[in-house]
């Protein structure tokens, strides 16, 4: 076994990591509380959706790789397979657009709510090791297998109870909590997961083939960002269209004038029939 770097740039990657993971599942759990209020199952999906992407593509794929830049291996060099690695983005979308369908679909049950959990937290841990597998180095890597179920625990435990928050709470605060608990299941389950990894090279002058972790930081960055901004903007074309096409409330109802003698007196002038000296009108 060989020394293996994850925090080769410092603080900078797992903060970075930790924020990603943090906004997209702000932003994804935000799309599934706000579709349970959607007035038609087409705008349901359409929230469930953008949910699915913000989750998934920026929370969960977006920030592995952005810890993934922190790996390091001294003795020998590491890349990745573009085909794998835009594979475990896949598998991230859709598994958590599933358990959001299951959980934000229909009525809301225990079952659907554990159901949609587990479908949660394995597409965390399948992207997670689809993306491991995606590397490449002169060598083996190896895994311990204790910690590896703990990360599976992890990532399912959390992702379950963040998607009970976000079907069950509406305020922003604890949508904010929700994000933040959804954040550290994902870390928390890369770096377990990360923790497990024993490196073993074979040959370290070995030539590798593959992109390497500096040419995956524009790629990237220009993921992130079109994400967010997409799913950002869908959102606020949903929430535009739903305004739009919320009823109007109803008018008020118009004074009778023949009731009241061609309208209201004037506000300092004597009701209709008054006369001096008199009580009242007559």
């Known amino acids: 076994m060989v020394e293996v770097h994850h925090f080769a740039y410092g603080w900078f990657n797992p903060v970075m990591a930790f924020s990603i993971a943090f906004l997209g599942s702000l932003l994804g759990l935000g799309c599934t509380a706000r579709a349970r209020d959607a007035g038609s199952a087409r705008r349901r999906a359409r929230w469930l959706a953008l949910g699915a992407i913000s989750i998934g593509g920026a929370g969960i794929w977006l920030m592995h790789f952005m810890a993934m830049l922190g790996f390091d291996v001294p003795a020998g060099e590491v890349r990745y397979d573009p085909g794998l690695t835009a594979l475990s983005m896949v598998i991230a979308v859709v598994t958590v657009g599933i358990g959001l369908f299951v959980v934000g679909m229909g009525r809301r049950t225990v079952p659907r709510l554990i159901f949609g959990g587990v479908l949660t937290g394995v597409g965390v841990v399948s992207m997670h090791y689809t993306g491991m597998a ?144 008199s009580a009242g009108p007559r």
Do not use: C, K
Not at 154 to 176: D, E, K, N, P, Y
Not at 212 to 223: D, F, K
Not at 250 to 268: L, R, V, Y
């Open 134 to 277: 995606a590397m490449r180095l002169p060598g083996e890597v190896h895994y311990d297998a204790n910690l590896v179920a703990a990360s599976v625990a992890i990532a399912v435990v959390a992702a379950t109870v963040a998607l009970w928050f976000a079907v069950s709470v509406r305020r922003g605060a604890h949508l904010a909590a929700a994000a933040l608990l959804m954040a550290v299941a994902i870390a928390g389950m890369h770096y377990t997961g990360m923790a497990a990894v024993h490196v073993e090279l074979t040959d370290p002058l070995a030539e590798v083939s593959g992109m390497t972790s500096m040419l995956l930081i524009v790629p990237m960055t220009v993921l992130a960002a079109g994400t967010l901004l997409a799913t950002a903007f869908n959102a606020l074309q949903a929430m535009t269209e739903e305004e739009l096409d919320a009823p109007l409330p109803p008018p008020e109802p118009a004074a009778d004038s023949a009731a009241t003698g061609g309208g209201p007196p004037a506000p300092g002038f004597p009701p209709p029939g008054w006369r001096r000296g």
